[in-house]
């Protein structure tokens, strides 16, 4: 069980996007029992893919992702080979048919046109694909061009994620990440043509040389392109985990105060305009699929963040790639030498996992039920220590506990990490280091 000590606002905190979180992964989840785990999905089930693309051309210093730079196109023709075996090799243990799919990185968009339409082309020969499946991809508008999109209007995509961080320039060449409004803008209104119409746009706060004027004129730009979606992450400076890290101008970060201030006001100018908070960091406009499933309570959270999949299990391929079943998690290598040489023997890639015991469903039950919809059940007599640990956000009305139900109040938004945490067991048993809560 927890200490009674209360965690503090300022202690690093897990974004859970899975719990246990990926640093309580070991190497006790073998080949054999992910096998089976893979088997033991019936063809009623339903499932997602993810494929991650560990490639950028060049390094953002602010990343906190699996990726390599690649200065020729040869090392990520090779990792598609690779990629595509292992879609080969999964696909003989599952029968269940497939109603999202999810291209992240790393940059997706630095795979050719020709590329993306014959893997795409490999998925679909394998796998049974729903007709009405997302099928999303994360874009990096500095590597997308127009015969790119065309193929992914071929490939069927329906979905795609810009990552846009922030406009300013200062902001931009202190992160290494320099991309023009009027080059995103070019983007956008290509991929309307195409037919693809659901676009999320990334903004990060927290940067080097924010201020709150910069937000607000980021903010306005992001409006005038009218996505369906925005995601307003807070950025994580992990320099010990992320060496890159180390070249962010770290005496021009916010404090914690102006983090906060600037996470508000952005969040203050989004509502006004017309979107709707979804749990931690995303907005939408009112008639997006992530509002309506708040509504109806079927919002989802995984590796990929805030979604509206219900897939009963979703499975990660490529390096690194995290898969989640009933069963428990399982991850594979992070090392590029190892991933190609185990899938040339036609074995899968597997490096750790965890199974779930059934205390860690039950909390993860609590943790994802207030990560998405900021309220869940809780049985005074089973976390009793959880609901003292929770005294002074009661006190400060950050949240309430009536009639067996913690609600976290709307203006406590920032805290639902810090809040949720409180019924992470795993918590104190790691020296593992995690961002800023707020």
């Known amino acids: 069980m927890k200490t009674t000590e209360l965690i503090d606002i300022n202690q690093r905190v897990p974004r859970y996007t899975s ?10 989840v073998s080949k054999e029992m992910y096998c089976e785990w893979l088997e033991a999905l019936e063809p009623r089930d339903t499932l997602s893919l993810y494929f991650h693309i560990p490639y950028c051309r060049k390094l953002c210093w602010f990343c906190g992702c699996h990726t ?7 090392p990520i023709a090779n990792y598609l080979v690779s990629l595509e075996k292992e879609v080969e090799i999964v696909a003989r243990h599952v029968t269940s048919t497939v109603q999202h799919i999810h291209f992240g990185g790393g940059s997706p968009t630095i795979l050719k046109a020709d590329d993306f339409l014959r893997f795409m082309g ?5 796998f049974t694909i729903n007709p009405n499946a997302e099928i999303a991809v994360e874009m990096d508008p500095r590597t997308v061009d127009e015969r790119k999109i065309a193929a992914y209007a071929q490939s069927g995509v329906t979905r795609s994620s810009l990552g846009v961080q922030d406009f300013n320039p200062r902001v931009q060449k202190a992160i290494n990440r320099v991309q023009s409004y009027a080059l995103v803008r070019r983007v956008v209104e290509t991929l309307r043509t195409k037919g693809i119409n ?12 924010q201020t709150l004027k910069s937000i607000t004129q980021t903010i306005e730009q992001t409006l005038s392109l009218e996505p369906s979606r925005i995601s307003l992450f807070g950025y994580a400076h992990v320099p010990w985990m992320k060496k ?80 989640s ?39 993860r039950d609590i943790i994802m039920s207030l990560m998405c919809t900021m309220e869940a059940p809780l ?56 961002s800023h809560g707020s």
Not at 19 to 28: D, E, Q, R, S, V
Not at 68 to 74: C, K, S
Not at 122 to 126: L, N, P, T, V
Not at 281 to 305: C, E, M, W, Y
């Open 244 to 323: 890159h890290q180390k070249l962010v101008p770290e005496e021009a970060l916010p404090d914690s105060e102006q983090r906060r201030s600037m996470y508000e006001y952005a969040a203050s100018l989004l509502k006004d305009a017309g979107y709707i908070a979804i749990g931690l960091d995303h907005f939408a406009q009112p008639h997006d699929d992530l509002v309506l499933s708040i509504k109806d309570k079927t919002l989802q959270r995984n590796f990929q963040g805030y979604t509206t999949d219900t897939a009963k299990a979703l499975i990660g391929m490529g390096v690194s790639a995290i898969s």
């Open 122 to 126: 490999s998925i679909r020969q394998r």
């Open 198 to 209: 659901a676009l999320n746009l990334d903004l990060i706060y927290g940067l080097p040389f």
């Open 379 to 434: 049985d005074s007599m089973l976390y009793s220590e959880e609901i003292a640990l929770l005294k002074p956000h009661l006190e400060t009305r950050e949240a309430s506990y009536e009639d067996g139900m913690l609600k976290v109040h709307p203006s406590a938004r920032n805290r639902l990490r810090l809040i949720a945490s409180i019924f992470d067991r795993y918590l104190t048993t790691t020296n593992h280091r995690y």
């Open 68 to 74: 390599n730079i690649a200065n020729h196109y040869e």
């Open 325 to 363: 079943l009933p069963q428990g998690y399982a991850q594979n290598t992070n090392s590029g030498l190892d991933y190609a040489q185990i899938i040339n023997e036609e074995g899968l890639p597997l490096m750790r996992g965890i199974v779930l015991t059934e205390e860690d469903k039950l909390r």
């Open 19 to 28: 719990y246990p979180t990926a640093p309580h992964f070991h190497k006790g």
